[in-house]
């Protein structure tokens, strides 16, 4: 088998290797193309001066089939001399140079002689001319052909034949199988992020130039260790949005990005959109947006001062038509210290980061979210929030179980606007009635589980809307308010833990008809349990144990329709449980009481009444 020359592989190999790597197929495709026909033109320009410089010599010759000796004409440029062939007598001939041929003669002439004859009368542009066309109609015949049209035919049934016999060896298994358990198809993976579907280069710089005041200046967003880079290369080239420079929420895209590059990746929740999806961000998990006028009818004048001022160091995002006012991170795992780059959301109205793996205090730029009305942090490791106060417009604060150490920072006092506010499982310490005494728009406040001290305030009697009070569990002294009377809308009560508050239990706790939930466990209290209480029907769970009460279990307990939990254990109560109590063990009522719990110098029957005594 002949052995290709070098020059011939190289061309092959250049033909299909790639002009570029570095640009995309469609590009190599093109100059491909364009290459093949400049080496068409050549070819063509090249016959073209073949052509010109033999008929300046005189040296064309025609081919022609027509005649019946079917033989090789010489065809001058001047008047060929008919008197000369007359006189070599020839009229149905060949004519080269001088040389006179008849018919008779040529057909005397083998095939040997017809090549040699013919190769001496063309010269040696013809011969040229005739290789670059033999070549150049090899080449597009191979580009023409398929891959069966070069396989053997006999090769190719073969090959057929042994994957039909795959496919029938694999198809019978199967088909017995089926027969006993039918096929269950495994569940279709979900498909990946798309990806632009063309070359993105062009919009880079313009992206750039977009981003930079936002990002905080050229060296961070060109710096490719820094989540602003990182966020910038995954809008060109990864996001399949595919933005341009003038979209509108190009900025607040970026922003999340950047948020997600710097704390995450967090825990994906099944079936919803996660951050970087093609779609737009209003639609990922966890954000909630709403239209500019929608926003604009609730603050209700506020929206120019919001929309237009920015962020107070000057940083402004544009503000799209949909805004995010609401995020929801909660149990993501986000971790490290809060990205000061929630700031730059300033149009935030609810941010949700409960239950997840935050550290430090929070970064001085968030607390201009002057438009906050919702901070939920609960559940991380935070240590510092002495700027909260900057949250005037803030409604609902959580800040239960962290790190927080030391007195209620004085900051607190600007936020008369909070409604409910969560401070339990901390170490904080201090009177914090000095500083919350005035919220009188208080309708949940939980400072359970800290190290506060003072006295309950006569103050609470002006929380008229307050519904929940859970201060257990701290070294707060002395009596509850009489003016505890006058929160009539409160449905939970707790003071338990408390071992120094203590004294006779105010009667006007009876007034409370909506309490659900009482919970004075484990204080100081004495005397005679008030009788008023029975006038609390609503009542779910009721703790009294662990104190110093003495006396009977009052009769007006019989009126506890909706009991379901009521302990009394370890107090110096005596007697005879009243009979209408028990009543409430009967499970013809429409709520059943399930634990009754008494001390043991009570008579009752732990079988048909009480649940246990100690």
Known sequence: MPRKSSQSVASSRASSAPIDPNMPDWWNDRKKAERRREADARKAALREKNERKKIEAGNVYSYSRGDRSGGITRMSVGKMNREQGE??????????????????????????????????NMDYMDVAD??????ATAEEELQGRSLLDLVDRGTLMVGCCLILIVIIAVTIPVALISEDEPYVAPPVPDPPTSSPTHSRLPDYWPIFDRLVTVAGGEDILSDPTTAQNRALNWLVYEDGMELGASKDHLHQRFVLMVIYFISGPWTPVEGRLEWGSPVHECEWEGIYCKDVEELEEELQGRVDELLEVGREDGIKIDVPQRIINRLHLRQRLVSGEVPAEFSLLYYLQHLDLENNKLIGAL??????????QTLFLEQNELTNVDAIGEYRHLEHLA??????????PESFRNLQKLKTLYLHTNAFTGEVFEILK???????????????????????????????FFAGHNQF????????????NLKEFQVDGSHDIGGKIPAVLGQLTKLEFLKLDTCAFTGAIPTELGKLTNIVTLGLANNDFSGDVPTEFGNFVNLEKMYLQNTDLSGVMPKEVCALRDMGNDTVLEELQVPCDVECDLDTCCTMCS
């Open 87 to 120: 006189r070599g007598g020839v009229h149905s001939g060949v004519v080269v140079g001088a040389v006179h041929a008849t018919d008779a003669d040529y057909y005397r002439v083998d095939n040997k002689g017809k090549k040699k004859l013919k190769n001496m």
């Open 130 to 135: 005739d290789r670059v066309n033999k070549k």
């Open 363 to 372: 970064p001085t730029p968030l607390y201009k979210l002057f438009n906050l």
């Open 399 to 408: 800040l239960s179980k962290n790190a927080f150490q030391g007195q209620l």
């Open 438 to 468: 005035d919220f009188k728009s208080m309708e949940l406040l939980d400072i359970a589980f800290n190290e506060f001290e003072g006295t309950l305030p006569t103050e609470l009697g002006e929380m008229s809307n307050l519904t929940s």
């Open 477 to 488: 002294e002395g009596q509850i308010p009489q003016e505890i009377g006058q929160c009539t």
